[in-house]
Every structure is written in C-alpha cells, then in structure tokens.
C-alpha cells in the first residue's frame, strides 16, 4: 500500500476520466462517490454495510464534529477512524460553507467566522487555521482550505469580494496545513458562475500549490444549466494531474453530466437522507415508497439490484415499514441507494475504461425516460 498520497489518470473518454487516487489508508477509484458521515455516521447504516456498497471513502462535516463531540475528544479517543469504525480514507469539509448555512449570529471577517452553535447556542470562532487544526485532530486524510461562498444568485462584486477572500484564506489554509506526507490538502475554486472569476481563483489555486482541487459554489441554487455551464470551463482551468472535486452534488444525473466534464469526486447527502423520507434511486427514476401503488406489490425496487434491500424484500414490504416508521425502513432504503449509487460509479468506469461513455450516457437517460415499472 502506498505510504504517499497520489493520483493517476488510466484512462479518458472526452473529459471523462478514470483513475485512482492512492492514500496510506486505501485507494480511490474515480470517478469517486463519497457518502456523507456528518455526525461520524452515515445515517441508518453500519461502517462494512457502506462498505458493500463498494464506497472507497467517506466524507465528515467538521462543523457537526467540532461541536459536538469537538476535535479534541476525538482525538483522545484515536481520532474519527477509529471512532467511527472506519479504516479506510476520510475526507472532511473545512467547516466553512455549514457555518453559513447552519449556525446563528454568524460574523465574518478577514480573521475568519464567528458564529453560535446550532446544537446549543455556544459561540465558537472558526478561521484558517483552526479548520487546519480540527481536520488534523480528528485525523482526515483529504483536508479542504478553509472557504466562503456565497448563496446564488449574488451580485458580481459580492461573488468576486467572497472570492478573493477565500483566496487568502487558502493560502492561509496552505501555511497553516504544513508538511503531512500521506495527507492530502486540496484548494477550492469559487467565483460563482462568472468565467473571469473562475480563472482568476485557479490560477491563484495553482500559484499556491494543492494535492487536488474543488470546484466549490456550485449546488447552491444556481440550476443544473448553470452548473454544467460552470464546469464545461472550471475543469480545464485546474490542473490535469490533481483529482478535481465538486463539492455536494449531487442527483444521478448532476453526477453523469459532472463525470462527463472531468469531475473526479463528488458527495451528497441525497442517496441516504431520501432514504430515510422514502425515496429511491433506481435506473428507471425516483421510486415513492410511500406511494398506495406499491401496497401489493410482491416485486423488488429493483430486479437487478443486489442490495439486501432488492435481493430479500418487496415493494409492499418496503411500503409497510416506511408507513410504519420503522426503522428498517431508512436501513434498507439507505442501503439500496448508496449501493445504487456505487453501482452507477461503477458503470461509468467501466464505460471509462472502454471508451464507450457516450453509449453509457444515452443508456441511462433512455432507462429513466422509461420511467417506473407498469403498476401490478
Ligand atoms: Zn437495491
């Protein structure tokens, strides 16, 4: 196993790409899907179930675990692998973007975020280098520059200001992160949807120097349109030779059309927090548990799916417990869309591999167009 941090290309297919990204804890194989672990769980499911999902990595939201149960008890308990039951890669966000989306009374200035906890009111101070010093106390293997952004649609000069200042923030990020062999620090691209301002943020990115970058800003109510625009551009600013990550997206097609623009990474909570509000993720679309159609149905979400969920329970099963809370209900249903999801990163490198991407991309559009199967 290799004791560095690296990335190699095998194979591309237009943009699309396939690769690996080599860690101390495990290889990567990309186009990557990261779970999301916000409370050093995914939700509903065991650390060897999202294994069997086929998941290489995870990803932990340093906002949630700074507060609770905080860095600091996390390492003196042997850091967020051991803690979790998770040996293989984690990566975790800078804290930034949930600061703004989550906390109260937040105040932002060069120093960094000032904010009150959502959980109990606590106030707490996040800038650079306390993200730096939390990402290395709870022992992440890919560390994100601590960033800011700003909510679509905003004003140029706001995108731009926001922008400039995640820039000095990543050089801060960078100084602070230090000399880790075997960890990973990786830079985020902002400036909105604006092209000049995606270029200026790459080449000051690229001028400091990251192990992988993000293209961060996307996901936050500009549209699909819009965020394939960004990326049709984004991706040949950054580096050929550093895995490019953007960040939470997203539904199965926002992950097709990223991977098809040479997005090597991505993450989303939407495979296992529709899990637990009766949603599922199949090649023929989105699937209702809840809806009265499937009351009687003896037939799996998915005939060819082998997740457990699929392999030994019906549709009128699924429905029963998803009408009943019970709990196996967000399990199964969790499981079977992570596995849907690792199945569907799974076809793409294949298709990568085989030069065969457009073919994979007009099947996967015709299977949802078909839409779910005939009710009984
Ligand atoms: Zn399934």
């Known amino acids: 196993m290799s004791q560095k941090f690296s990335y190699a290309v095998h194979a591309t297919d237009g943009s699309a790409r396939l690769g690996t990204i080599s860690t101390p804890r495990g290889d990567i194989r990309t186009p990557a899907f990261m779970p999301v672990g916000t409370a050093a769980t995914v939700k509903a499911m065991r650390p060897e179930s999202v294994r069997e999902t086929g998941a290489d990595i995870l990803l932990?939201?340093?906002?949630?675990?700074?507060?609770?149960?905080t860095a600091e008890r996390i390492d003196r308990l042997g850091g967020l692998h051991r803690f979790m039951n998770w040996d293989r890669p984690i990566l975790t966000d800078s804290?930034?973007?949930?600061?703004?989306s989550l906390a109260d009374l937040r105040k932002l200035t060069e120093e960094g975020v000032t904010f009150r906890s959502h959980v109990d009111g606590s106030r707490h101070h996040l800038t650079p280098e306390r993200s730096m010093e939390i990402q290395k106390l709870l022992g992440s293997d890919i560390v994100m520059c601590f960033d800011e952004c700003p909510a679509l649609p905003a004003d140029e000069m706001r995108v731009a200001e926001s922008?400039?200042?995640?820039?000095r923030w990543a050089q801060r990020s960078r100084d602070a992160f230090g000399d880790r062999p075997g960890h990973a620090?990786?830079?985020?691209?902002?400036?909105?949807?604006?092209?000049?301002?995606?270029?200026?943020?790459?080449e000051k990115l690229r001028e400091i120097g990251f192990d992988g970058y993000a293209v961060g800003g996307l996901a936050v109510g500009e549209g699909q349109e819009a965020m394939f625009g960004v990326l049709d551009y984004a991706c040949d600013m950054l580096p050929e030779d550093r895995p490019r990550y953007l960040m939470g997206v997203g539904k199965p097609d926002d992950i097709v059309g990223a991977v098809k623009r040479g997005i090597d990474m991505m993450d989303c909570v939407l495979p296992s927090r529709s899990g637990r509000t009766g949603q599922a993720f199949t090649r023929r679309g989105v699937v209702n548990i809840k809806n009265a159609r499937h009351q009687d149905d003896p037939r799996p979400l998915d005939e060819d799916c082998t997740c457990?969920?699929?392999?030994?329970?019906?549709?009128?099963?699924?429905?029963?417990?998803?009408?009943s809370q019970e709990i196996i209900s967000s399990m199964l249903l969790t499981w079977h869309n992570l596995h849907y999801y690792q199945e569907l990163m799974g076809d793409m490198r294949a298709a990568i591999g085989q030069g065969r991407f457009a073919a994979f991309e007009a099947q996967f559009h015709a299977d949802r167009a078909d839409g779910d199967i005939e009710r009984l």
């Open 60 to 69: 932990g939201n340093t906002y949630h675990l700074m507060l609770r149960p």
């Open 95 to 100: 804290g930034g973007f949930q600061v703004m």
């Open 163 to 167: 922008m400039r200042l995640s820039m």
């Open 185 to 202: 620090l990786f830079g985020i691209q902002q400036g909105g949807v604006t092209q000049h301002l995606r270029a200026e943020s790459a």
């Open 308 to 323: 457990p969920a699929c392999r030994s329970y019906s549709r009128a099963y699924l429905h029963h417990v998803f009408r």
